[in-house]
C-alpha cells in the first residue's frame, strides 16, 4: 500500500541557508501535519492543511511558511536556518474534516542537520 | 490546551514478560488515540487506533485500552520479544478549541526487551 512519501530523506544545510521539505500524502488524504521532533524530543506539532487551506497551526516559527497543493502534496519552506532547527521533521497525512476520527500515517521523515 | 504523559519514560524488561504502558491525557475531548512505535532516528509507525467511543483495540500480541473519561491509555505487550525494543508514543487527536486536526503527543517510553 502507498505510503506517506517524504523527501528528501537527509538533508544538511549552513546557517542562514533556506531549505525545502515535500511530503506526499496518501492518496485520497486530504490533510497534511508536519511535525518536529529534536533530538531525545517528542514531536511537535507545526502545521497542518485541509484541501490546500491552513486548517490548525502550532509552534511553526515566523521563518518558516508551508502550503499544500492542488495535488495535496505540501512543502515545508525554512528560511534563515539555525542551528536549533536540526532535527526530524515528519509529515503526517489522514482523511480530514470530513472524517475527523481517521487515522494519522507518518513518512518516514527528513532529517535536517544545519552547521 | 491538552497535555499527554507517558508512564515510565523507560523499561527494561527480559524477554517473554507481558508489560504494561501507560499514557494520560488532560483534555478528554478526544476523537481517538494512536499508539506509534518509533525505532531510533526512524519514523513513526502506527500501532493501534482506538476511537473515542471504543474501550479497546488488539492487534496480534498488541492489546491498547482507553478510558476516555478519567483521561488514560494502556498499551499492553504480551510476551514480549527482543524486536519489540523501540520507543513508544501515544497521541491523541482532540477536538476542542477549534483544533481538530492535530495530534498531540506524549513523549515515549523507550522499551527494551533484553534476549
Known amino acids: 500500500a502507498a505510503g506517506v512519501i517524504q523527501s528528501p530523506r537527509h538533508l544538511i544545510k549552513e546557517k542562514r541557508e533556506t531549505a525545502t521539505l515535500k511530503c506526499y500524502p496518501i492518496?485520497?488524504?486530504?490533510?497534511v501535519y508536519w511535525y518536529q521532533q529534536g533530538p531525545g524530543q517528542d514531536p511537535q506539532f507545526l502545521i497542518s492543511?485541509?484541501?490546500?487551506?491552513?486548517?490548525d497551526k502550532g509552534s511553526i516559527p515566523d521563518r518558516f511558511s508551508a502550503q499544500q497543493f492542488s495535488d495535496y502534496h505540501s512543502e515545508l519552506n525554512m528560511s534563515s536556518l539555525e542551528l536549533g532547527d536540526s532535527a526530524l521533521y515528519f509529515c503526517?497525512?489522514?482523511?480530514?474534516?470530513?472524517?475527523?476520527?481517521?487515522?494519522?500515517?507518518f513518512g518516514q521523515g527528513t532529517r535536517l542537520t544545519v552547521v | 490546551k491538552q497535555e499527554v504523559t507517558q508512564i515510565p519514560a523507560a523499561l527494561s524488561v527480559p524477554e517473554g514478560e507481558n508489560l504494561v504502558l501507560n499514557c494520560s491525557f488532560t483534555?478528554?475531548?478526544?476523537?481517538?488515540l494512536q499508539w506509534f512505535r518509533q525505532d531510533p532516528g526512524k519514523g513513526l509507525t502506527s500501532l493501534l487506533l482506538?476511537?473515542?467511543?471504543?474501550r479497546e483495540q488488539t492487534s496480534g500480541r498488541l492489546n491498547a485500552s482507553l478510558d476516555k473519561s478519567s483521561g488514560r491509555s494502556t498499551l499492553y505487550i504480551a510476551a514480549s520479544q527482543p524486536g519489540d525494543s523501540a520507543t513508544y508514543l501515544c497521541?491523541?487527536?482532540?477536538?476542542?478549541?477549534?483544533?481538530?486536526?492535530?495530534?498531540?503527543f506524549g513523549k515515549g517510553t523507550l522499551l527494551t526487551v533484553n534476549p
Open positions: 483534555d478528554s475531548a478526544i476523537y481517538n
Open positions: 492543511f485541509y484541501e490546500k487551506m491552513q486548517s
Open positions: 492518496p485520497r488524504h486530504d490533510t
Open positions: 497521541a491523541v487527536r482532540g477536538n476542542s478549541g477549534g483544533s481538530n486536526y492535530k495530534l498531540t
Open positions: 482506538i476511537q473515542s467511543s471504543q
Open positions: 503526517a497525512s489522514s482523511l480530514g474534516a470530513r472524517v475527523l476520527r481517521a487515522e494519522a500515517f
